[in-house]
């Protein structure tokens, strides 16, 4: 094998370090951090608290900015815990999983209650404006759970109309969904995403790095060669070799490496998504296969519980080969 050159540069760091500021601001470390909550501390909500969850709310998009949704945050306490015993003397076994909650709705100590028009077109636009909601609550050390089971409760028992009564939702809206929020008393795990849901067509890569592995893209901090990309870069010109006899007039340019860096950092699962020849294929396999141990990627906990661990995750290298 004759030692030739290899030119990463630019190349390299689309991939790698497009990954990581992806992961290095405060929304994603906040739509990475939230979870759906279900057991809230005994601790009442700052009414200020609230306020900015109704702003964020109402920012989100809607078609020609019709705002055709309506808001009800309820801090009283005794209309959720009335509407419980209504919903406990009618269905004694349903208290949404959780009996010993203080209400139905998870034990929350307020509820956002979002009403839409009843000819259900405007569920989309009530729908975005609830995510707002629950990210700015997140962003805010509250936790939050959406829920429509108790909905199907409230808008067909009759015992449950006091409550209705109280939200004044316009004739014809509906409500559509409530929002547990408090501070909470649980730190669930990341539930399970699944990444082949997301194709991408044409492009870098027109195949996702592939699903069978059942991968889930739900982590907070990207995986890292040792010392990050710039010594990564510098790791694969000290070890690549072009195969014997390859010269320029051969195919150059990117072997896009797909693998997987697992939680003690060792690489498995490795493959080539996109190479201009074969024999480069061969050469960025072998050297990815003698990389030293990665940094494996960390799952974030959002408070109380903090700190992260170590997660699997799939890694896309570009390595680009270009020969003078
Ligand atoms: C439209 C909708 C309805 C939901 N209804 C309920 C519900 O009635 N009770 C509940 O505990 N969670 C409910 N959830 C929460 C989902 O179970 C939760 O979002 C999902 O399991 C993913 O978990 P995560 O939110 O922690 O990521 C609902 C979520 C959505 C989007």
């Known amino acids: 094998m004759k030692r030739l050159f290899l030119c990463l540069m630019a190349m390299l760091g689309v991939l790698s370090l497009a990954a990581q500021s992806e992961f290095d601001n405060e929304v994603m470390q906040t739509i990475m951090a939230r979870r759906s909550i279900r ?5 009442p909500v700052e009414h200020s608290k609230l306020e900015t969850i109704a702003k964020a709310g109402i920012n989100a998009p809607s078609a020609r900015n019709w705002q055709y949704w309506a808001v009800r945050i309820i801090e009283d306490q005794k209309l959720l815990t009335d509407v419980t015993e209504a919903c406990k003397a009618t269905m004694p076994d349903w208290m949404n999983g959780d009996s010993s909650a203080k209400n139905m ?14 000819d259900g077109g405007f569920d989309l636009d009530a729908g975005l404006m609830g995510q707002n909601m629950m990210l700015a609550a997140q962003s805010l050390g509250l936790g939050t759970c959406i829920q429509t089971g108790p909905v199907r409760f409230l808008l067909t028992n009759e015992k449950a109309k006091f409550f209705l009564d109280r939200l004044e939702l316009p004739d014809d809206y509906k409500l559509l969904y409530v929002i547990a929020v408090g501070y909470p008393d ?11 849901k997301v194709k991408f067509i044409g492009g870098e890569i027109s195949k996702e790095a592939s699903d069978d592995d059942g991968l889930f893209i739900d982590y907070f901090e990207n995986a890292q060669f040792p010392g990050g990309d710039e010594a990564c870069m ?12 390859y010269t320029s007039n051969q195919p150059q340019g990117k072997v ?8 003690d ?16 294929s061969e050469e960025a396999i072998r050297v990815v296969k003698e990389m030293p141990k990665w940094k ?6 959002p408070p109380p519980r903090q700190g992260s661990e170590a997660v699997r995750s799939r890694f896309l290298l570009p390595v680009i080969f270009k020969q003078p």
């Open 256 to 263: 896009v490496v797909s693998f997987i860096v697992e939680k």
């Open 105 to 118: 709705f998870r034990g929350a100590p307020a509820l956002i209650c979002v009403g839409a028009p009843k």
């Open 296 to 301: 494996p990627a960390r799952q974030y906990f």
């Open 39 to 43: 057991k809230y501390l005994d601790k």
């Open 234 to 245: 510098k790791w694969l010109q000290e070890h690549i070799k072009y195969p014997e006899g």
């Open 186 to 196: 649980e730190t669930p795990d990341a539930k399970p995403r699944d990444a082949s």
């Open 265 to 280: 950092g060792s690489l498995d699962g490795i493959k080539v998504m996109k190479s201009p020849n074969p024999l480069l």
